[in-house]
């Protein structure tokens, strides 16, 4: 079946401005999870959901940054006035359960380039 | 929180050989540590992975071990082939409900022809 996908692939934003980034997960996974990968770097934890639930909002850099899934499906992560800073790649990883060492499922992730 | 060190940082082998890289954790609670690769440009996926009531996991060419005792965890890639080169990530998650996995800073892995 289709995979994580998220969308855009690619954004370049203006310092200032507003994103917003979309994961679709794949259908049925209760667990999303939203991670930063700086260049060079590994995938960094932001946000966790149980269906509509954001039970981990532990690692959001700051408030600028946003996330949701409203109706336990698709998500998005917000990101306010844009800093240069924030220049990364935004991976998506959904899993079928809530139980630990389910496998999570990577999406392509959007790279996010804050000029 | 849990911290996760990997080495080495790159790691160069010809064709054939082994590869081997290493990763150490602190969290004494984590008992699940999976590794994934990640081409140029593309998703990690995960590779293998291995439960801390197991030492060591095979699956072809690919191997991990586990010493819960000394906190830290191996791969093995056996017979390297040019389409092993990628970077590696192992990662480590606690048992506890929707606790996000905590990487390492990744292994370049190049293998030559």
């Known amino acids: 079946g289709a995979g994580v996908s998220q969308s855009p692939r690619y954004k370049v934003a203006k310092r200032g401005q507003d994103v917003a980034l979309r994961c679709d997960p794949i259908s049925g996974h209760v667990s999303l999870f939203w991670y930063q990968q700086a260049l060079g770097q590994g995938p960094e934890f932001l946000t966790y959901?149980?269906?509509?639930?954001?039970?981990?909002k532990s690692g959001l850099p700051s408030d600028r940054f946003f996330a949701e899934r409203p109706e336990g499906s698709v998500s998005t992560l917000k990101i306010q006035r844009t800093q240069q800073e924030d220049s990364a790649v935004y991976l998506c990883?959904?899993?079928?359960?809530?139980?630990?060492?389910?496998?999570?499922?990577f999406g392509p992730g959007t790279r996010l380039t804050v000029l | 929180g849990e911290n996760v060190e990997q080495h080495p940082s790159t790691l160069s082998v010809q064709e054939g050989d082994s590869a081997v890289i290493k990763c150490t954790y602190s969290d004494s609670a984590s008992n699940y540590f999976p590794w994934y690769k990640q081409e140029l440009g593309k998703r990690p996926q995960l590779i293998i992975d291995?439960?801390?009531?197991?030492g060591e996991k095979k699956d072809q060419r690919i191997a991990v071990t586990l010493n819960k005792t000394a906190k830290h965890f191996s791969l093995h890639i056996t017979e390297t082939q040019p389409e092993d080169s990628a970077v590696y990530f192992c990662a480590a998650q606690a048992n506890q409900a929707g606790t996000a996995l905590i990487f390492g800073k990744g292994t370049t892995l190049s293998v030559s022809s």
């Open positions: 990883a959904s899993s079928p359960g809530t139980r630990v060492q389910n496998e999570q499922f």
């Open positions: 291995i439960r801390s009531n197991v």
């Open positions: 959901f149980q269906n509509e639930a954001q039970l981990d």
